[in-house]
């Protein structure tokens, strides 16, 4: 054992594209109060003693602090606390306890000093997968089929993960995909976007709320938790939730027990949780705008999704999965100088840009060549003002395909008639200024090129 001052101690478990972590080598202890506040210890022994005795492996010199507090106890891949008659107790997360096992960022009590328990991270290296695929997510490129490596072995367990990416990645099919390839397949799958909500009514969205909890509430409302009992709950944007119900949020994870909004019964539920985010969570905990014990709450597993540009390996791959998706005859691959663009072009708004590209050239291309140049034009509306549909998707992905061409048709043209001006744009829209940022960066649109051109 050695002691380590002044390190970060917001350590996970993480999986990028260079390796996979998914079990822990020793952890840290990190003094939160008392004389020794900010002293980290590094502990790599499957036992220790923790108390103020200079006998003892973890030495808190404090007097709340008994001789021989408390022992940590190494048991597989866990980590097991077991008071030792302490006159102060022993407390675990807030809750006192005899014998408890420990979690990633649990919050330790000896008598009136707090500890963090922080696991550290040891490279378990996962093959690659043989396949290009994991469900409907598609890559051949290394980085993806190591992620694919990692999804198929950990699809099948209820472990909580937490998906990070740039927008447009796809977090929210390979969420999908998790739940499809899991034993609660056959649960349901309910998505909640923590960013499309007005803050007042996210706790109502995803606890609920009795009759009668506040004005408007008619009647009993289900929230997402409940929803999703027997299944997944996909919380897109987690990022976004804001502090005050981040502690409630954790609760809930923790014991899988909450109350709906104006209640007092506790309901219960068995959910999985998968967790989504365009934004850098450790570096909103190392900033205070995100609870510690909330992120390795979330994850467990950690899966970063490159962004398209750096996998350009796939970019072929995906085209022809997309273009086939498409009315038959209405597509051409693309040759040596257009793919050549596709390849080369660094794809700000990844796989979702590159459908849209496909799905455009069928209708701008004379000769329905998938090429880059087309990208930028609005799909004319099919002749004698029908609709076009695909009849290899569902009614649900036909709804979902038809929505995200109208906002970002209506998006463009929003922008061009505010001449690029963002928050002339909400006002004219009568929509939340973060929200259209939101959006334009889920569509790849920037509002720069909107503005009007000056000095001519």
Same mark, same amino acid.
């Given at each position: ?131 290009? @695929? *994991?469900?409907?997510?598609? $890559?051949?490129? +290394?980085?993806?089929?190591? #992620?694919?490596? &990692?999804?198929?072995?950990?699809? %099948? ?66 929230? @997402? *938790?409940?929803?999703?009992? $027997?299944?997944? +709950?996909?919380?897109?944007? #987690?990022?976004? &939730?804001?502090?005050?119900?981040? %502690? ?209």
């Amino acid at each position: 054992m050695s002691e380590a001052a002044g390190r970060p101690h917001t350590q996970s478990t993480v999986v990028a594209d260079d390796g996979i972590d998914v079990r822990h080598k020793g952890y840290r202890l990190v003094v939160l109060t008392g004389e020794q506040r900010g002293r980290e210890f590094d502990v790599l022994s499957d036992e220790v003693r923790i108390g103020k005795s200079r006998k003892c492996d973890v030495v808190l010199p404090d007097a709340s602090v008994s001789r021989v507090h408390a022992i940590v106890r190494r048991e597989g891949d866990t980590y097991r606390i077991l008071d030792q008659e302490s006159t102060n107790g022993t407390f675990v997360d807030g809750a006192r306890v005899t014998d408890a096992y420990l979690t990633p960022g649990s919050v330790v009590r000896l008598g009136k000093v707090d500890l963090r328990f922080v696991p550290q991270q040891a490279r378990a290296e996962i093959l690659p997968s043989e396949h290009e @695929a *994991f469900g409907p997510v598609l $890559g051949r490129s +290394l980085a993806m089929r190591r #992620i694919f490596g &990692l999804l198929e072995r950990i699809a %099948p367990t209820d472990v909580t993960v937490l998906l990070e990416g740039e927008t447009g990645v796809g977090k929210d099919l390979v969420a999908r995909a998790i739940h499809e390839a899991s034993g609660r397949a056959e649960g349901p799958f309910i998505v909640f976007d923590c960013g499309a909500v007005a803050p007042t009514l996210i706790e109502s969205e995803l606890f609920g709320h009795e009759k009668g909890a506040f004005t408007g509430a008619h009647a009993r409302h289900r929230g @997402a *938790f409940e929803l999703a009992h $027997g299944g997944t +709950l996909f919380l897109d944007e #987690i990022g976004e &939730l804001p502090a005050e119900l981040q %502690p409630k949020l954790l609760r809930v994870l923790e014991s899988r027990r909450f109350r709906r909004v104006g209640g007092t019964e506790n309901v219960e539920v068995d959910v999985r949780v998968v967790a989504a985010t365009h934004r850098n969570l450790k570096a909103m905990v190392a900033a205070g705008e995100f609870r510690e014990d909330l992120y390795f709450r979330l994850a467990v597993v950690d899966v970063v999704i490159p962004p398209l540009r750096e996998r350009r390996d796939d970019i072929p791959l995906l085209i022809e999965a997309f273009s086939r998706k498409l009315p038959p005859g209405m597509w051409r691959p693309p040759g040596p100088e257009a793919l050549a663009r596709l390849l080369g072009y660094d794809w700000p708004g990844n796989v979702r840009e590159l459908r849209n590209v496909v799905e455009r050239s069928a209708y701008v291309s004379p000769d329905g060549m998938v090429d880059l140049v087309t990208g930028s034009a609005d799909p004319p509306s099919p002749p004698d003002g029908g609709l076009l549909f695909d009849p290899t998707l569902t009614f649900r992905e036909q709804k979902e395909r038809a929505i995200e061409r109208f906002e970002e048709a209506y998006l463009r043209w929003l922008l061009q008639r505010a001449e690029g001006n963002i928050s002339r744009a909400a006002r004219d829209a009568d929509m939340d200024r973060k929200y259209l940022h939101k959006l334009l960066r889920r569509y790849g649109i920037d509002a720069k090129r909107f503005a009007p051109t000056r000095g001519r």
